[in-house]
């Protein structure tokens, strides 16, 4: 069955190149976000390693937790570790799951039940399992991402995304489109127009339906 938003994610034991993890453990009290990649020691997903490595910053600025997994085993991420860090210019200090057994890929639906690794194979053969999970505290799917191997991810824009998700979680809000932090805010129809004032204060009312307020933050 797909990976829905609001589902909760799957739990699972795995080793990572750090040590044995239970991902719901893991997460903690953190939001959590799970990038997923093909294979270790290829191009464009050394790229995004490592531009996760140099936003480690901005991850703990937002209670977030960061976690690879790549379909090979741990020991090779070990490995791989060393040409991500000497790319990114930067310690990469997140755990990378040990996705052989393709176990995690299968949980998240990003591989049939029934896909197997053929010897000799290539990135082609786990190309779907190229998709970012962003994951809040109570263990929900709260977004899901997936790019194509010739693509690669902006995290500008996931961080952009977790900020917004941050920003309306569990409150009757929405950002709009090309939202950044600071920007105004979208009230819900959840609550009428003197409820939101109440609460956001005063209302730029473009439509009846749209309703903006000053972000909160």
């Known amino acids: 069955m797909a990976l829905r938003i609001n589902d909760i994610v799957p739990d699972f034991t795995a080793n990572t190149d750090q040590g044995e993890i239970s991902f719901h453990d893991w997460i903690g009290d953190s939001w959590a976000i799970l990038f997923s990649h093909p294979k270790d020691f290829t191009p464009v997903c050394t790229t995004e390693f490592g531009a996760v490595a140099q936003l480690a910053g901005e ?10 997994i790549s379909v090979d085993s741990a020991e090779e991420h ?31 639906d990003m591989l049939p039940a029934d896909a ?23 263990k929900k799917l709260q977004l899901s991402m997936t790019y194509p191997m010739s693509v690669g991810r902006n995290f500008a824009e996931v961080l952009r995304a ?16 090309n939202w950044e932090t600071g ?30 307020a000053k972000d909160p933050a």
Do not use: C, M
């Open 59 to 68: 991850w703990a600025k937002r209670n977030t937790k960061v976690i690879g």
């Open 78 to 108: 070990k490995k791989w570790k060393g040409d991500i860090e000497s790319f990114a210019g930067t310690q990469a200090g997140f755990p990378i799951i040990d996705g052989a057994d393709l176990v995690v890929p299968k949980l998240f």
């Open 116 to 138: 197997y690794l053929p010897d000799g194979r290539t990135p082609a053969h786990s190309a779907t399992v190229r998709s970012v999970f962003i994951i809040s505290p109570d």
């Open 162 to 177: 977790l900020d917004g998700l941050q920003r309306t979680y569990q409150q009757p809000l929405a950002v709009p489109a």
């Open 183 to 212: 920007q105004d805010v979208i009230v819900a129809l959840s609550l009428d127009n003197d409820q939101a004032q109440a609460k956001y204060g005063d209302l730029d009312v473009k439509l009846p339906y749209l309703r903006f």
